[in-house]
């Protein structure tokens, strides 16, 4: 203990956010420019804890202005299989579903971003999961999202009652609730 201590002597603080009884987050009318302040953190805690993007939260590319981030659409898809996700042996490219199956790792199709038979994602890991609407993901498919107050000043208009903050209705995170279709180990629908 001493003098260099005291550069510790702020510290950071601890939200409680009031929840239902089903365990989310509740959305309060109040809307100022404090708020937006930490909307926009509690976005940044989410693009890096959980993947989310948008058109100005976490990184741009994989945020799909179609709001669907199905395997068919991501530049990680190659011949029908993953480049990164792989089976329970740990080293086989799962075979993925193109019209609905997505995870946390989508990314817009784009020829200057090369890619590479990485394999080193499980499923778990990747939150791979196949909708079971066969169109795909979104928070604007969430069961999660609720509509906001009112928009935010990027036009955020759905509130995340996992993340306490507004969110694109086209973005998306690794957690997103829709239903999915019973998959196996390996990633093959049971
Ligand atoms: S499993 Fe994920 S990374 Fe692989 S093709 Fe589908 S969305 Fe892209
Ligand atoms: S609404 Fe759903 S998909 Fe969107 S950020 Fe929240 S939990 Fe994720």
Not at 26 to 39: H, N, V
Not at 60 to 84: F, P, Q
Request: proline share 3%; hydrophobic share 35%.
């Amino acid at each position: 203990m001493g003098e260099e201590d005291d550069s510790n002597a702020i510290v950071r603080p601890v939200e409680t956010w009031e929840r239902g009884r089903d365990f989310l987050v509740i959305q309060t009318p109040e809307d100022d420019a404090e708020l937006r302040r930490k909307e926009i953190h509690r976005r940044e805690a989410m693009a890096a804890e959980l993947n989310y993007a948008d058109e100005t939260a976490g990184i741009s590319k994989t945020y799909d202005r179609e709001g669907r981030y199905n395997c068919g659409r991501c530049n990680k898809a190659y011949e029908g299989k993953c480049l990164v996700v792989v089976q329970s042996d740990g080293r086989t490219a799962i075979k993925v579903d193109l019209e609905a199956g997505s995870c946390r790792y989508w990314e817009r199709i784009c020829a200057g971003d090369a890619e590479a038979w990485r394999l080193y994602a499980s499923i778990g890991l990747a939150a791979y999961a196949i909708a079971a609407n066969g169109v795909g993901w979104g928070c604007h498919r969430c069961p999660w999202a609720r509509r906001a107050y009112e928009p935010d000043d990027m036009g955020r208009s759905l509130y995340c009652t996992k993340g306490n903050a507004r969110v694109d209705s086209m973005g998306c995170c690794a957690i997103n609730g829709a239903t999915a279709v019973p998959i196996d180990e390996d990633g093959n629908p049971i």
